[in-house]
């Protein structure tokens, strides 16, 4: 960890944070919270209600999926090479014209303001901004696209070896000063969703994904149990209160909380693949031809009907758990999906991430780049923007230190499946402590 051996790499030390976190230990400075997987979980349960903590850890029916998720993770161990020269790594990697320094983008996870009631999805906006990472915003969001953008592009005004990383395609409306994307939830009235795609797209959001697997929410126990949904309290409908198009239409949603998300978010009424044309096409029509990603898919059949209907990537996910109770793991269909597209669209990976070799099997396993969701809402619950920071920079520390000891230099050129074996057991490491939600 000598600070003062650093190469010029072409991504930060981002390992040099393990280091960061020691010297303030001789000093007597402690992390605030643990941030192992399942300690991380169970603390945030102690900091936040008991409905917002139902919201964001609830899974379908008896959390088989949720479970099933993380078990695929143990199912891989990677095949360490010795004696590689990993003293200058390549974490880069490039998405729909974006050149970002880890293959890490903030999940889509809406009703921020249950986690920290003052800044919402403002906080994860600005720390992705620092770090020079995607941050996606979801349409079920507690603050209006345009705020979250501005928060993103402020965390990206002073520079630093990450942010500085990031270089974005030509032509983005607005300029934006860090990557982001938006992700819809469509309901059946087009000129509420081509009003959000504009303000989208005018607010410097260049990527749209398409959630596919979320009409309605899930059978959740924990959310029937506690008779909790949110959206009908009044949160999560600030990005539809901030639509002219939609309060035109439909009236102030202040007054009918129950307006946006069931006219807009989670109806109940499934789209169709015809719709996913006409969406790309809107799109496309409206950007200049910025890329569809369909967020949802987990067979090779529907990741080839994407690319039929002029998809630009998917995203493998199950929503972490949370919509169908036994469903597939995310990463046990990644393989032959990735078999299947053959390099024809991007892949990005969402369901289970907890760690740096997480991440490194979803590459290794042909992902582009994977979502990572609750460990940063986690964070927030532990102090805001602070614990958003430490969560990410500790996943990244991970992710820089497993490149290293495992011996890959490069993420992109040495990382893929001969990296990997598979073995037939596939059980959390610490069976005393209840499975984490994904």
Same mark, same amino acid.
Request: with cysteine; glycine share 10%.
């Given at each position: 960890?000598d ?11 981002y ?45 379908? &029916? ?5 479970r ?16 590689e ?7 880069t990697?490039?998405?729909? %014209? ?7 983008i903030f ?5 921020n303001?249950?986690y920290?009631?003052?800044? &919402? ?30 928060a ?11 942010n500085?990383? =990031?270089? #974005? ?31 989208? =797209?005018?607010? %410097?959001y260049d990527?749209?994904m398409?959630?596919?697997?979320? =009409? ?14 949110p ?7 600030? /990005?539809g ?9 439909? %009236?102030?949603c202040k ?25 790309? =096409? ?23 009907k994407?690319?039929e ?10 929503? #972490?758990?949370r ?13 032959? /999906? ?35 969701g ?6 927030m ?5 602070? &614990? ?9 520390a991970?992710?820089?230190i *497993? ?7 490069s ?10 074996r598979?073995?037939? *057991? ?13």
């Amino acid at each position: 960890m000598d600070p003062h051996q650093k190469c010029k790499s072409p991504s930060p030390a981002y390992s040099l944070y393990q280091r960061e976190i020691f010297l303030a230990g001789a000093k007597g400075i402690n992390p605030s919270f643990s941030i192992e997987p399942e300690k991380l979980e169970i603390s945030a349960k102690q900091k936040l209600t008991g409905a917002a903590f139902s919201y964001v850890a609830a899974t379908a &029916g008896s959390g088989w999926t949720e479970r099933a998720n993380r078990e695929a993770f143990y199912h891989w161990r990677i095949i360490p090479r010795a004696l590689e020269d990993t003293c200058c790594r390549d974490l880069t990697v490039c998405l729909f %014209g974006h050149r970002i320094p880890a293959p890490v983008i903030f999940a889509p996870i809406g009703l921020n303001s249950f986690y920290d009631c003052c800044g &919402g999805e403002t906080i994860p906006a600005k720390i992705a901004g620092e770090l020079g990472l995607p941050y996606c915003l979801s349409t079920a969001a507690s603050c209006s696209i345009e705020n979250v953008a501005a928060a993103n592009d402020f965390g990206a005004l002073v520079k630093n070896d990450s942010n500085s990383v =990031w270089r #974005g395609p030509s032509g983005t409306h607005g300029h934006p000063k860090a990557p982001r994307f938006f992700q819809l939830y469509m309901g059946h009235d087009d000129e509420v969703t081509l009003s959000l795609l504009n303000r989208a =797209w005018t607010s %410097g959001y260049d990527v749209l994904m398409f959630t596919v697997d979320a =009409w309605q929410t899930g059978w959740a126990s924990e959310a029937i149990d506690n008779a909790s949904y949110p959206f009908y309290e009044g949160k999560g409908n600030d /990005i539809g209160l901030s639509d002219a198009v939609f309060v035109k239409k439909h %009236g102030d949603c202040k007054t009918d909380t129950t307006k946006w998300v069931d006219h807009h978010v989670y109806h109940g009424k499934a789209h169709i693949w015809e719709k996913v044309r006409w969406l790309v =096409w809107q799109w496309r029509h409206i950007t200049g031809g910025r890329p569809v990603v369909l967020k949802g898919i987990l067979s090779a059949h529907d990741a080839l009907k994407a690319l039929e209907y002029g998809c630009d990537g998917i995203v493998v996910s199950n929503h #972490g758990g949370r919509q169908i109770d036994g469903e597939t793991a995310s990463l046990d269909v990644l393989p032959e /999906i990735v078999e299947a597209v053959k390099g024809r669209m991007t892949i990005l990976f969402d369901s289970g991430i907890r760690t740096g070799s997480d991440i490194f099997k979803a590459v290794a396993l042909g992902a582009d780049a994977v979502l990572v969701g609750r460990p940063w809402v986690y964070g927030m619950a532990h102090g805001g923007e602070r &614990g958003v920071r430490h969560v990410m920079k500790s996943l990244l520390a991970d992710l820089d230190i *497993t490149m290293t000891l495992a011996g890959y230099k490069s993420l992109k050129l040495d990382v893929n499946a001969s990296a990997l074996r598979w073995h037939p *057991t596939g059980t959390s490491p610490s069976a005393t402590v209840p499975c984490c939600k994904l």
